[in-house]
């Protein structure tokens, strides 16, 4: 199979965007000896969108790595998609409507229905802001965050990957949980 491994990490502040460089390390570390094709983009080092639509197309799956910014992913992530997603015209046949009903299926006319993605984030906030309903997100556990872009996928015609989420990586991180922890989550889902 081949992976295309999409480093969302910023440099910005303090972390520079390091541990999500390290996660796609490990991935691609994992991917290899499992005898996978892996491609990868750094997003914050710059692209070419014609490169990478290229890669878009002729991965059979892809695993989106980025930190939780004010509730979602940073910026460079979201520019990546627009660019490279909307120059990908073969990702998609329509908005999935017809003439005669307009109001249904919205959301149906995306062609990648071979491709799978996965999407790994890393967030300060520990996990209980995730999964207690009396917490933060209010119980909407890290897929109901990361739900738009789980949507933007789904809108291609993508399948999903079970997610994987570190937390509590700036006030108390745990490194080699979190790559321990990775390295099965890959292993088991590719």
Not at 60 to 73: K, R, S, T
Request: net charge negative; charged share 25%; glycine share 10%.
């Amino acid at each position: 199979m081949k992976v295309l491994i999409l480093d969302g990490g910023k440099n910005f502040g303090s972390s520079g965007g390091r541990l999500n460089t390290l996660l796609c390390d490990v991935a691609s570390e994992e991917l290899q000896a499992k005898g996978h094709e892996v491609l990868r983009t750094k997003i914050d080092d710059g692209y070419d969108i014609e490169t990478e639509t290229k890669k878009v197309l002729g991965a059979d799956a892809i695993i989106w790595q980025y930190p939780g910014w004010w509730m979602g992913e940073p910026w460079i992530v979201k520019k990546y998609l627009d660019e490279v997603f909307m120059a990908a015209a073969s990702l998609l046949k329509s908005d999935g409507r017809h003439a005669s009903n307009p109001e249904h299926g919205y959301g149906t006319g995306g062609l990648a229905i071979n491709k799978k993605y996965m999407i790994s984030t890393t967030w300060n906030a520990p996990i209980t802001a995730f999964n207690d309903k009396n917490e933060f997100f209010e119980g909407r556990g890290c897929d109901g965050v990361t739900f738009a872009m789980h949507k933007a996928m789904e809108f291609c015609g993508m399948k999903a990957l079970p997610s994987f989420i570190c937390n509590d990586v700036v006030k108390n991180p745990k490194i080699d949980e979190y790559i321990s922890n990775y390295k099965a989550h890959i292993r088991a889902n590719f």
